[in-house]
């Protein structure tokens, strides 16, 4: 099986040296091949150190984008590498600061291994209560509690996904074999539920470590390309979401518990595109804590 991490960057050189080192240990007991694509808008040495790290035999791999084609922002550069990635048959979208913990790596990996669900999401607000926590800040928590409400008014099918808005997530591609994705901004795990063909997901606590290198790339004009992306894929998706499979005529989807915690959430409404394929298949898996039998 194949795995490839995506990760967008933008001016991270401090941060690409970790990062590589400590996804190398998540992944490599796992016995997959795998490879990290780096995806990058930088106007400093992060390039230069992601060849230093590929020169220095971990299997990275770097894909530059001139300015000109760096519109959408990290929704369109994770776009990228999915498409460039189309030999991989799982997914893993990360950011670069290291606010996402590579360890956590190895458990989103084996919930998409095994199966169990087709898109797993390592959630910053989940209602498990197993220790996850959300942002730190008053501010922060406000805000993106707000945000989540408008997820959820708009799709409803949504409310069940604790964080709808998580960056740190894995994939499967037949999840988006159909779908037409047109992400901007930073929010692109909501461009793929609503967008996607998926059946289940499982959600796991994941607490989000300080930013130690580099500057926050958040700012107004994000919030106004998050409120004109959730507008134009309210536009762009139909109404009622599919019923699960099993379901009685009528009957609303429901959230299942299973004797793990792990929580099945409805899927998506069938979706209109307004615009283009995006090459290859993609899913998202998501954690759970138990080892899929050829990872043991």
Same mark, same amino acid.
């Given at each position: ?16 040296g ?15 091949r795998w ?12 390039p ?10 971990? *299997?990275v791999? !770097?894909?530059?984008?001139p300015?000109?084609e760096?519109?959408g922002? %990290? +929704?369109s550069a /994770? &776009?990228l590498g ?11 979208v ?30 910053r607000a ?13 501010w ?25 808005l ?13 779908a ?9 795990l ?6 996607g063909?998926?059946?289940?997901i499982?959600?796991i *606590?994941c607490? !989000?470590?300080?930013r130690?290198h580099g500057?926050?790339?958040?700012? %107004? +004009?994000?919030g /106004? &390309? ?25 009957e ?13 959430v409805?899927?998506?409404?069938r ?20 080892w899929?039998?050829?990872?043991r």
């Open positions: 099986m194949q795995l490839t991490v995506v990760v967008p960057t933008r001016n991270e050189a401090d941060n690409v970790p990062l590589v080192a400590r996804t190398s240990a998540a992944l490599a007991p796992l016995g997959l490879e990290i694509v780096f995806v990058d808008d930088s106007d400093d040495a992060t230069h150190r992601i060849a230093q790290a590929r020169r220095s035999g971990h *299997p791999r !770097l894909l530059r984008r300015v000109e760096r519109s922002g %990290l +929704g /994770v &776009a999915f498409e460039q990635s189309a030999a991989s048959d799982v997914l893993v990360m950011d670069a600061d290291l606010q996402h913990p590579p360890e956590a790596l190895s458990a989103l990996v084996a919930a998409v291994c095994d199966g169990d669900a087709e898109l797993a999401i390592a959630s989940t209602r498990l209560g197993n220790g996850g926590s959300g942002p730190t800040s008053w922060r928590g406000f805000v993106s509690r707000s945000a989540r409400a408008l997820v959820y008014a708009l799709f409803p099918h949504l409310r069940h996904v604790a964080d709808p998580a960056g740190f997530f894995a994939v499967r591609r037949s999840v988006l074999a159909d037409y994705l047109r992400p901007e901004g930073f929010k692109i909501l461009e793929v539920l609503v967008r063909a998926w059946t289940r499982v959600e *606590p607490e !989000l470590d300080p130690l500057r926050s790339k958040a700012h %107004l +004009g994000q /106004v &390309a998050f409120a004109r992306h959730l507008l134009r894929l309210h536009a762009t998706a139909t109404d009622h979401p599919t019923p699960p499979a099993g379901a009685k005529e009528g609303k989807p429901r959230l299942r518990t299973d004797e793990r915690g792990r929580r099945d409805p899927p998506p409404p979706q209109r595109s307004d615009n283009g394929p995006v090459s290859g298949n993609f899913s998202v898996m998501k954690m759970i804590g138990r899929p039998a050829n990872m």
